[in-house]
């Protein structure tokens, strides 16, 4: 069992098993916001693939306005640079691939059956343990960077998680019963992310789109679309190439959603 955030930081460095993802990795105790934090190295020309990893932040951002609650030495708080060089549309996938490292690595590390919610969250048994917040900067016709940060609860105990949130929210400890080692889930991360980012590199997003079909929990549900103040309903069909949520509503009509905040129906 990981003691404390220098053992956190040494278990990665020792095991990581990437070529260029995390290879430079600024640590910091407290930081505000990763995301910010990277947003400027990234402005400041760092290379793709450089880590802002934080053992607490004070202002950890989530989607939308809201914020990510990002307390000491229970919490992955992360963000990694990439400079994917693509259209501004092919962005939303950087995002799906980030959910299926995720998922993958929790599944790996214990045993857990983690499952994407489209656009950004990682859920274990319909509650939320992750979010991804990815910020790109457009230069052209191309993005960038981008900044693609993720917040997992790890060994948050009930009374680490925000009351609102707490019914719909949990972490790996809580689903496990056991704590779980942030370092080793990291390294796993970012070997799957550095794995899915080149089949992207390539253009092959099929490897990226069958992994987020097979690790979804929105597919085939019934589900609402909030795009700012109005709702959608419709039975959520299929991700597009560019991994926009196809929607199928009571009419027949099928819509592309690219962004937006879903909820899971329950038919009852
Ligand atoms: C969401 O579900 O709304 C996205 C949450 C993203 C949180 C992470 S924690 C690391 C990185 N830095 C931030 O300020 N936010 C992201």
């Not at 919610?117 to 457009?138: F, H, M, Q, S």
Request: with cysteine; aromatic share 6%; proline share 3%.
């Amino acid at each position: 069992m990981e003691a404390n955030k220098t053992i956190f930081l040494e278990q990665i460095e020792d095991g990581l098993a990437t070529k260029w993802l995390g290879r430079t990795i600024h640590f910091y105790d407290k930081v505000e916001s990763t995301n910010l934090l990277a947003a400027e190295l990234a402005q400041e020309d760092a290379p793709e693939g450089v880590v802002v990893l934080a053992d607490q932040q004070l202002s950890g951002r989530g989607r939308g306005s809201r914020s990510w609650h990002s307390p000491a030495g229970v919490g992955i708080y992360c963000s990694v640079i990439l400079r994917p060089q693509v259209e501004p549309e092919k962005g939303q996938l950087i995002t799906l691939m980030a959910g299926v490292s995720i998922a993958r690595a929790i599944e790996r590390q214990s045993g857990l059956s983690p499952r994407v919610k489209w656009p950004n969250d990682v859920l274990i048994n319909d509650k939320k343990v992750a979010g991804i917040l990815l910020e790109a900067r457009v230069s052209g016709a191309r993005i960038g960077y981008a900044v693609i940060g993720f917040g997992i609860n790890v060994n948050n105990g009930r009374g680490d998680l925000p009351e609102d949130i707490r019914v719909n929210a949990s972490s790996l400890r809580m689903e496990l019963k056991k704590t779980v080692d942030r370092g080793p889930l990291v390294i796993k991360i970012f070997s799957e992310l550095e794995e899915l980012y080149h089949n992207f590199q390539c253009g092959d997003l099929s490897v990226i789109l069958e992994q987020w079909r097979h690790y979804s929990s929105t597919l085939g549900q019934r589900v609402r679309i909030w795009r700012k103040d109005k709702a959608t309903e419709g039975l959520a069909v299929d991700l597009t190439e560019n991994g926009g949520l196809l929607v199928r509503l009571a009419e027949g009509k099928q819509i592309v959603f690219h962004a937006g905040d879903i909820e899971h129906l329950k038919i009852l």
